[in-house]
């Protein structure tokens, strides 16, 4: 089941296996990918040795929040982005 986090005022998608005790495991497949590019058989692998895993969209990814009316941002950037890639 799909959740959703709220952070700085967008969304992360998100889904977890294995119980909330296990160890935490957070899975990041890179920038622009979407949590279904960890196969679900993999989560369930590490959840079945113990683990809590977390796979999630990244932000303009997936089911997270979309910034489709944003500038572009640039290194050094000239404020209009919501963000820098510095």
Same mark, same amino acid.
């Given at each position: 089941? #799909?959740?959703?986090?709220? +952070?700085?005022? /967008?969304?992360?998608?998100?889904?977890?296996?294995?119980?909330?005790? =296990? !160890?935490?495991?957070?899975? #990041?497949?890179?920038?622009? +990918?979407?949590? /279904?590019?960890?196969?679900?058989?993999?989560?369930?692998?590490?959840? =079945? !040795?113990?683990?809590?895993?977390?796979?999630?969209?990244?932000?303009?990814?997936?089911?997270?929040?979309?910034?489709?009316?944003?500038?572009?941002?640039?290194?050094?950037?000239?404020?209009?982005?919501?963000?820098?890639?510095?």
């Amino acid at each position: 089941m #799909i959740l959703r986090a709220p +952070a700085n005022g /967008i969304e992360l998608a998100y889904e977890t296996f294995g119980s909330p005790g =296990g !160890r935490p495991l957070l899975l #990041i497949m890179g920038l622009g +990918a979407q949590l /279904i590019h960890w196969d679900e058989g993999f989560c369930e692998l590490l959840a =079945g !040795r113990g683990h809590h895993v977390v796979r999630f969209d990244n932000r303009d990814a997936g089911e997270s929040t979309h910034l489709r009316d944003a500038a572009v941002p640039a290194s050094g950037g000239d404020g209009r982005a919501p963000y820098l890639l510095d």
